[in-house]
């Protein structure tokens, strides 16, 4: 258990829809990660808060959007879902936001399918 | 722009044998390395990292990793196979920054 948390753990809707999916960092760590993971696709970061603030942006559509709450739990909303958005939706958190050395603590993810 | 190559999309090792698992990365400075591990239906775990204090990096579970600058590599190795280790293996790099860059992993199968 990485101490990590994510809900919900199975998400099933239809194209067109908006969903949320939340995450709890491990007590104490500031910096979120999220990740989305494809088989056509991989592993892709797409973005990181630190803080409340957004430290960093990768493959994030327009479509997605996050924020980070002041107690620190993260949430991704996906909107205008597309066939294509199904996958396994990873949250990350570490201690601190300035440092690639530091480990990143994933949570079990939450597999979302767009039917 | 960092990057990672795992060769061997999926590996395959008898029980008690050696693990060999490749990652080559390229990154213009000093990179931070990772290998994580996936089990079914599970979050990543990490099996050790590299970051620059050592070029021998031991991790859990009998699993250790080279930092070959010359070659840019970041093998992971394990000397005996256990059936446990069946999993998916991801290399990853991060420079200056926290984002992980992802290799596209490998599949472990261990063979009884």
């Known amino acids: 258990d990485s101490g990590v948390t994510q809900t919900p753990k199975h998400l099933i809707t239809a194209t067109g829809q908006r969903v949320t999916l939340r995450c709890s960092p491990r007590?104490?760590?500031?910096?979120v990660y999220w990740y989305q993971q494809s088989l056509d696709q991989g592993l892709q970061f797409l973005i990181q808060?630190?803080?409340?603030?957004?430290?960093a942006k990768g493959n994030i559509l327009e479509r997605f959007s996050a924020q980070q709450f002041p107690d620190l739990h993260s949430e991704l909303n996906l909107s205008s879902l597309e066939l294509g958005d199904s996958a396994l939706y990873f949250c990350?958190?570490?201690?601190?936001?300035?440092?690639?050395?530091?480990?990143?603590?994933f949570g079990p993810g939450t597999r979302l399918t767009v039917l | 722009a960092q990057s990672v190559t795992q060769l061997g999309s999926h590996v395959s090792v008898s029980e008690g044998a050696l693990v060999l698992l490749r990652c080559n990365y390229s990154?213009?400075?000093?990179?931070?390395l990772f290998w994580y591990v996936q089990y079914p239906n599970q979050g990543l775990q990490l099996l050790l990292k590299?970051?620059?204090?050592?070029?021998l990096v031991k991790g859990i579970n009998g699993f250790e990793a080279e930092f070959k600058k010359s070659e840019t590599s970041f093998h992971l190795t394990k000397p005996s196979a256990h059936m446990s280790d069946a999993a998916e293996y991801f290399c990853?790099?991060?420079?200056?920054?926290?984002?992980?860059?992802f290799g596209t992993g490998t599949r472990l199968t261990i063979i009884p």
């Open positions: 990350a958190s570490s201690a601190r936001g300035t440092s690639g050395m530091n480990e990143q603590f």
């Open positions: 007590s104490g760590d500031l910096s």
């Open positions: 808060y630190y803080n409340g603030e957004e430290r």
């Open positions: 990154s213009s400075v000093p990179p931070y």
């Open positions: 590299y970051t620059s204090a050592a070029t």
């Open positions: 990853a790099v991060s420079v200056g920054n926290e984002k992980l860059t």
